[in-house]
């Protein structure tokens, strides 16, 4: 997906990849390196369909884990 506007502001995101942290099963976990859409303007951040499956792969292996 190329980048699109803002719902917020409509000022066209940019993509940077950046480090995504969240709390499961009692600790922190990181993954690295995922692809976000980011306003410049007021900072909203935005993820694709790609970025999100990866986030559930890897919050499913945590929970396998338990």
């Known amino acids: 997906m190329d980048t699109f506007s ?3 502001c409509k000022t ?3 993509i940077e990849y950046k480090n ?4 499961e099963s ?14 410049p303007e007021c900072g909203e951040e935005y993820i694709d369909s ?5 986030i559930d792969r890897e919050l ?6 338990e």
């Open 6 to 8: 803002c719902i917020n």
């Open 20 to 23: 995504y942290s969240f709390w």
């Open 12 to 14: 066209k995101t940019i």
């Open 60 to 65: 499913e292996k945590i929970q396998e884990n």
């Open 26 to 39: 009692g600790g922190k976990h990181t993954i690295s390196n995922l692809k976000f859409y980011v306003c």
């Open 50 to 54: 790609e970025t999100s499956r990866i």
